[in-house]
């Protein structure tokens, strides 16, 4: 960083390095890519919580059930009224709340 001090011009550097986290949680993949209400779907990603708790997802803004989670997947149960579109997956990661969006659309038939 530079700064002007009388007149003069310093620079200032810091005396470690800062490290930009490209970890964030990303959704890779889900199977099936269609679905009924109530039918398992299966998500593929990385970087998700550990914790089964800090996991939600959301489809039409409905929250879905949620089975079965790890840090690389999870799977849920297309909730009631749902219809054809991008799920989301809110997850925490390095203590703040993360969303992601699938890469494509659910169908419901």
């Known amino acids: ?21 490209k970890n964030e949680p990303e959704l ?15 998500i593929t990603g990385k970087n998700f919580s ?3 708790s800090d996991k939600k997802v959301l489809m039409d803004g409905l929250p879905a059930t949620v089975t ?12 009631v009224g749902a219809t054809t579109g991008n799920f989301s997956v809110q997850t925490v990661y390095n ?4 969303t992601v969006t699938a890469p494509s659309n659910l169908i419901i038939p």
């Open 50 to 52: 550990a914790t089964s």
């Open 95 to 98: 203590q703040l709340q993360r």
């Open 68 to 79: 079965s989670s790890s840090t690389t997947q999870i799977i849920f149960v297309v909730p």
């Open 28 to 42: 890779i993949s889900f199977s099936p890519a269609n679905g009924v209400v109530g039918a398992p779907v299966t």
């Open 1 to 21: 960083m530079q700064t002007k001090f009388d007149n003069l011009d310093y620079t200032v550097e810091s005396s470690t390095n800062f490290t930009v986290d």
